[in-house]
């Protein structure tokens, strides 16, 4: 079935006199006069009445389609600066169905979101949508299938409102008393335990736990159909599931517990392709947390091999994503890892672990800041500052403030204590660049000998090499003691031994760099003839 370009149907919405007439007011835009939510152009009819049909006809093709394409040419012709029609303009359209009139919410907010400034009524508004849209699916019969696409998006921008919402919050200092009276009477509106509780209720609900346990058995296929119901049924339930446990990551993440944030996301085994790779979105923010919470973990070598496998997917792929809407968010992911990479391996040098391509493209960065990095000095501390503050997660305070005392900001006080706590560990980590020196010069050395080197008697050179031993192991998520270190040595009789890991010669880089090389000039001579 041919795609129904929705897009180029006829309307008579005014986009130039609407955007003038909201620079002229000064009005916000959803507020503006050139704004009318009761006006439906006929290409948004179309639009809502196709999509209705595929839906009631689960052609998740075409659904595809629509949502990720025709939605943002719409939106980039007729709302650039302004909300989509409401909902209720257009419910008589699609029969006043229920549940799609949720889904059109859900798309409407989240238009909102990423092209104005929400108000704190309409934040509250996309919570009560959220809670409505999760209680049905949790609780009502379901019987549509929706992409992949969508559903990741769904708990994404769940989790992203949930995080906007914390933020505003807590810069109350400038709160008008109308937006005081509206938070104190709406105190559950994105409440973590609310938020938390929807994440788990749809793991457990779908049973995505044991359809992952059953498909290792041989007995389920979820993986393989990427999470589609070919024999009719629905996939939202289950596939919701799968992608809450990632947004249950990122939560966690973003509330500093990163062993739960680690312990939601144990069912998807990230070794392995998985329905969380046929999403890009999901494939990033999958790697990128999970990657952070080990690096706060101090299980670097975990971190160093997902962010090199990720950033050498992202070199490879990014050219196939430039017309998506998530483009500028997967370069910018994709610079927030190359400086968590720089960190990960200037605290654990396994430079071995990275692929020659990440490698280059890493010293091309961050070749330099890593040489001063290794000098522990306030320089090096000011770089491990900028570097985190750059790359982390914008971490949050889920607690409400206290309407009785004075409303003070604290929006940065979240960020300012896992920064501090990161620096606190770089700092511990001071000690072990001079003795990782000098053991990567040796492969045998008395305690006196090196006692003597390290003008230290040899009682504090004895708590040296605990600590040492102490930083370079971690615990995994199994509560199996692993090793960071490149260089690892045992005490026998006074004597050091020391035991390092010889990396083995990859000859399969060079010849990748040059294919990737060779692809990118025939792809150049093709524009070329094009032009």
């Given at each position: 079935m041919a795609a129904y370009d929705y897009e180029d149907a006829p309307g008579t919405y005014d986009e130039r006199s609407a955007t003038q007439r909201q620079a002229s007011s000064g009005a916000p835009p959803s507020q503006d006069l050139g704004y009318d939510p009761n006006f439906v152009p006929d290409s948004v009819k179309s639009f809502v009445v196709h999509l209705y049909r595929h839906i009631r006809e689960k052609n998740v093709y075409e659904i595809h389609q629509m949502y990720e394409t025709s939605f943002q040419t719409l939106s980039d012709r007729l709302f650039k600066d302004t909300p989509w029609p409401s909902v209720d303009a257009v419910a008589h359209y699609v029969d006043n169905d229920h549940v799609f009139c949720l889904l059109y919410r859900e798309m409407w907010f989240r238009h909102l979101y990423a092209r104005l400034s929400p108000t704190l009524k309409q934040r509250i508004d996309s919570w009560d949508n959220y809670c409505s849209l999760f209680q049905v699916v949790l609780h009502g019969v379901v019987n549509m299938q929706l992409p992949n696409q969508w559903l990741w998006d769904m708990v994404d921008e769940f989790v992203y409102q949930f995080q906007s919402f914390c933020q505003y919050r807590a810069k109350m200092k400038n709160k008008t008393e109308q937006e005081i009276a509206l938070l104190r009477q709406f105190d559950q509106a994105w409440n973590v335990y609310g938020v938390l509780n929807f994440?788990?209720?749809?793991?457990?609900?779908?049973?995505?736990?044991?359809?992952?346990?059953?498909?290792?058995?041989?007995?389920?296929?979820?993986?393989?159909?990427?999470?589609?119901?070919?024999?009719?049924?629905?996939?939202?339930?289950?596939?919701?599931?799968?992608?809450?446990?990632?947004?249950?990551?990122?939560?966690?993440?973003?509330l500093g517990d990163y062993h739960t944030g680690l312990k939601c996301l144990q069912p998807i085994d990230i070794t392995q392709q998985g329905v969380y790779t046929t999403v890009i979105g999901s494939h990033i923010s999958t790697i990128y947390h999970y990657g952070f919470a080990n690096l706060m973990l101090r299980r670097y070598v975990e971190a160093i091999r997902e962010f090199n496998k990720i950033l050498l997917y992202i070199y490879k792929t990014k050219q196939y994503h430039q017309k998506s809407p998530q483009y500028e968010q997967i370069l910018k992911k994709n610079e927030q890892m190359y400086a968590l990479l720089a960190i990960s391996l200037s605290l654990c040098p396994q430079v071995k672990l990275v692929e020659e391509t990440v490698n280059s493209q890493l010293r091309e960065k961050y070749g330099e800041k890593m040489i001063r990095m290794q000098r522990y000095d306030d320089e090096a501390f000011a770089i491990y500052d900028e570097?985190?503050?750059?790359?982390?997660?914008?971490?949050?305070?889920?607690?409400?403030?206290?309407?009785?005392?004075?409303?003070?900001?604290?929006?940065?006080?979240?960020?300012?204590?896992?920064?501090?706590?990161?620096?606190?560990?770089?700092?511990?980590?001071?000690?072990l660049s001079g003795i990782?020196?000098?053991?990567?010069?040796?492969?045998?050395?008395?305690?006196?000998?090196?006692?003597?080197?390290?003008?230290?008697?040899?009682?504090?050179?004895?708590?040296?090499?605990?600590?040492?031993?102490?930083?370079?192991?971690?615990?995994?998520t199994d509560g199996k003691i692993i090793s960071n270190a490149d260089v690892d040595f045992y005490i026998d009789d006074d004597l050091i031994y020391v035991v390092e890991s010889k990396p083995a010669k990859r000859y399969g880089d060079y010849f990748l760099r040059q294919i990737v090389k060779l692809e990118g000039v025939i792809n150049d001579m093709d524009r070329v003839k094009l032009d």
């Open positions: 994440l788990q209720a749809l793991v457990e609900k779908s049973m995505i736990i044991q359809i992952l346990e059953h498909e290792k058995e041989g007995l389920e296929q979820f993986t393989a159909t990427d999470g589609y119901d070919y024999n009719g049924g629905s996939n939202v339930l289950k596939v919701l599931g799968y992608f809450s446990m990632v947004g249950l990551l990122r939560v966690h993440c973003l570097l985190f503050s750059y790359a982390c997660p914008k971490f949050i305070t889920p607690s409400p403030p206290s309407f009785e005392e004075p409303l003070v900001n604290y929006n940065q006080d979240a960020y300012r204590l896992q920064l501090k706590l990161f620096l606190y560990e770089v700092k511990q980590q001071q000690l990782r020196t000098f053991l990567k010069v040796y492969s045998s050395i008395s305690l006196a000998k090196l006692a003597s080197y390290m003008e230290v008697d040899e009682s504090k050179l004895r708590t040296i090499l605990l600590t040492y031993k102490h930083k370079t192991h971690a615990v995994d």
